[in-house]
């Protein structure tokens, strides 16, 4: 049974730091894409950056650009999320996601290309 569990998320002031975890379990994840989402009352959950099978490309959205980095290590089953420089508007409720797409090429930036997802970890940001 696969599960992804994430950690990390807490209250931090603006402009402050935070690294979000995500340990996966019940098979390897070094085959598949690692992406985090976040969602926010009321709304959708909006793509925030995802990372490659092979971890040699990355991608992030336009409002998360130059400000978080994500990452993986293999040898741990597990992807991170680093979030610097963090505004209010980047309070929210984050969740990673994994596929089920073999060594997929090409990265995926809506939720319905991923099939796994954990329980997902809060981040509040206060001005």
């Known amino acids: 049974q696969v599960h992804l569990v994430e950690s990390g998320g807490g209250l931090v002031q603006a402009g402050g730091s935070l690294r979000l975890s995500c340990a996966a379990s019940?098979?390897?994840?070094?085959?598949?894409?690692m992406a985090w989402f976040r969602q926010t009352p009321g709304k959708e959950q909006d793509f925030v950056a995802a990372i490659k099978w092979s971890g040699d490309r990355t991608y992030y959205a336009d409002a998360v650009k130059g400000r978080f980095t994500v990452s993986r290590d293999h040898a741990k089953n597990a992807a991170y999320l680093q979030m610097n420089s963090l505004e209010p508007e980047d309070t929210a409720v984050y969740y990673c996601?994994?596929?089920?797409?073999?060594?997929?090429?090409?990265?995926?930036?809506?939720?319905?290309?991923?099939?796994?997802w954990g329980q997902g970890t809060q981040v509040t940001v206060s001005s």
């Open positions: 996601a994994t596929d089920l797409a073999f060594r997929r090429s090409v990265i995926i930036s809506v939720r319905e290309g991923y099939d796994y």
């Open positions: 019940g098979r390897s994840f070094s085959d598949y894409t």
